[in-house]
Nanobody, 122 residues
Framework: QVQLVESGGRLVQAGGSLRLSCAAS????????MGWFRQAPGKERELVAR???????YYADSVKGRFTISRDNAKNTVYLQMNSLKPEDTALYYC????????????????WGQGTQVTVSS
């Protein structure tokens, strides 16, 4: 029903910025909450930002004030603008489409992209 493809990940120096994009296909895109997760080697997958169908936004404390999530329903695309990047932000970043209005846990997301690698050098 929903297919997701992330792009924009690359190597960047600490303090730099990146914008990740997630292109979605599917006729019900606007009805899904969209989340950005990240997973570093040896660590659990972490929800970093989520925007619900109603526009309610969540950010993890570790990225609050630095990252901005947005969506463009006309383009079927969700974005993650990442500023002031830190080495701790290095991870594989996934976008996901979630169930309900405000999903939080991994199990509440039913559709996942393949991931895009973000590497922040010091």
């Amino acid at each position: 029903q929903v297919q997701l493809v992330e792009s924009g990940g690359r190597l960047v120096q600490a303090g730099g910025s990146l914008r990740l994009s997630c292109a979605a296909s599917g006729r019900t895109f606007s009805s899904y909450a969209m989340g950005w997760f990240r997973q570093a080697p040896g660590k659990e997958r972490e929800l970093v930002a989520r925007i619900s169908w109603s526009g309610e936004i969540y950010y993890a404390d570790s990225v609050k004030g630095r990252f901005t999530i947005s969506r463009d329903n006309a383009k079927n695309t969700v974005y993650l603008q990442m500023n002031s990047l830190k080495p701790e932000d290095t991870a594989l970043y996934y976008c996901a489409a979630g169930y309900g209005s405000s999903p939080f846990a991994v199990y509440e997301y039913g559709y996942w992209g393949q991931g895009t690698q973000v590497t922040v050098s010091s």
